[in-house]
Structure formats: C-alpha cells, structure tokens
C-alpha cells in the first residue's frame, strides 16, 4: 500500500490559525501524502468542489465553511464514496448555520465551536485521537509535540487575546510572507518558534508594508455617520486590524471597512467600546467571521473601481482622438 492522502483545505495563505491548522494535521501524519489548499473566505466552495479525493483517503476542512448547495452535495458523494471528512471551524456564521440545520452531512469528525481557534481545536482533537489510540499514553510524533507553542500562539492571536508574547507579530510575519512560504516555516518550527530564512526576510519587509498599508488607508479614508454610529471605509493593503486598532483609539463608536488590494476582500473591524456583530455585516455581502473581525469578497467592487476610473479618462480620449 502506498502513503496515506491527506488533502487539506484551509483559510490561508496568509492566516495564522488557518496556516496552523493545516500544519498540524500534516505534522502529526507523518509520513502521509498531504495535500494542503488555502483559501481566502470566498474562493471555499470553488476549492472544496475541485477536491478529488478517492476513496479511502481523508479531507480535512480546517478554519473555513462553505454556503453553496454544490458543494454540500459533491461532500455528500465524497462520503458515500469512502473518504473521510474532518470538519473544524470557530467561525460565528458557522456556528449559527449548523444550529439552523446546515451541514447535515456524516462527517467523520465535526467540531464547530468558538472555544478556541481552527488550530487548536485541531491539534487538541488529534491529541486526544493519539491518547485514546495508545491506551491513555501519550504517545504522538515528536514534531507534533513540539508544534503546541505555535498552535498556542496561533490561537492567541487569532481570538484576539493577545497574552503570549510573540503572538501578534507572528501573524504580522506570515502576513508578510510569499504564498506557500508560511506553511513551509510552521512544518520546521519547533517549540522555540526561531525564524526560518524566510520569515526573517518577512520580518524585514514587515516595517515598510505596514508603512505603505497606513499611508494607503490615510489618503483613502472615507467617513459617514449611520445612526450614531461612525462608518470608516478605506483602502489597505493586507493589514486592516493594525490601521483599525491604530483609529480606534480615537473613533469611539466605530465601524471600519476596509478594501484590501492584496486579496480584492472586504475587512470589517470595529471599536473596542463598540458591541455590533460584524459577522453579521460580512454575511450580508456573502461572507462571515466573528463579532469583532469579519469579511466578505464582492466580486463586482474591483470591476466597478476600473469603471470609475474609465469614467474619468474616456472623454479625455474622446476629446484627443476626435
């Protein structure tokens, strides 16, 4: 018999807890085939369709959910046909979908809650797996040991509790880092959690990108007032939560949203003295997340950005070409 398969789909590439989580399924197989795919929120349902997974491999589906009905249905044949599905996910629009009867599929493991983040509900459930397995020992691979202060660190992070030193920059880092880079480092790290070469060359350009991200976002900032409440909207380029955090502290009341021109997704943030559920917001626009952080793609906004700017220079053409 030849390698176990393990494909894995995950919220990345630029997530921490999404990233970790595929990480972890794959540190802890060791010696299987693991095929990781990231995704941001609005491409799941496109790459949970394209899995082609044969019977008797495994999909894990780590830090995401999906909306479309295709979807739920090539999942439902996947099962019927022999593949295991693992299903982990913290998300609120998750939660609050499989409490109103979605996601009623056999699932070899399902665990949706928002107790801790996708990486540690992961890496705590494949902990369990090993213990049960060896008869209460604790016997799991070693490079699996040596991943829960990273796991840690992801969930701190991504709750936004931000107690383990370390946590938030991070997730800066791998922000920072090149799509695929991010998921080597976190399969070399250990428990000291050292830069590898690629995220130390991260960590060096981190300065300068969140310079630019904040000079975007200031000459871009919008703002109107919607039933007391403050609405910020700009543009940014893959930080929204640090410019958030930053205008904050002095925009009580407020609800931001941001255009990313890294990833053509909306990032909703708000106020820490502000209790409105973002989630909420994001779903409207086809996305979801938490109460405190959210996001959504549009598909139409790029496009409708490009036209504006046709708008501005086509009589000027006009006016040369006549």
Known sequence: MGRPVLH????GPYCLDGVAAAAAVARFHEGADVRPVFVANEEVDRALREVDAKPGEQLWITDVSWTDPETEKHLRQLI??????????????AIDRLRHGGYDLPFKTKVVTDEYSAAKLVYDHLARTAEATNGGGTSVPERFRKFARVVEMADDNDRWLHRIPGSHELGLVLRAMLPGEAYRSLLELDERVLDTPEMAAARKRLGEELARNRRLAEATRAERTVDGVKLVTALCDGYPGEVAEDWGRESPRTVFCFFDVRTQALSFRRSRDLDLDLSKLAEACGGGGHPPAAGAM???????????????????????VS
């Open 8 to 11: 894995v789909v995950s919220h």
């Open 80 to 93: 019927d046909a022999g593949v295991e599905v693992h299903w982990f996910d913290h998300h609120r629009t």
């Open 298 to 320: 549009i598909p139409e906004l790029p496009r409708a950005l490009a036209e504006v700017v046709a708008d501005r220079i086509a009589p000027e053409v006009a006016r040369q």
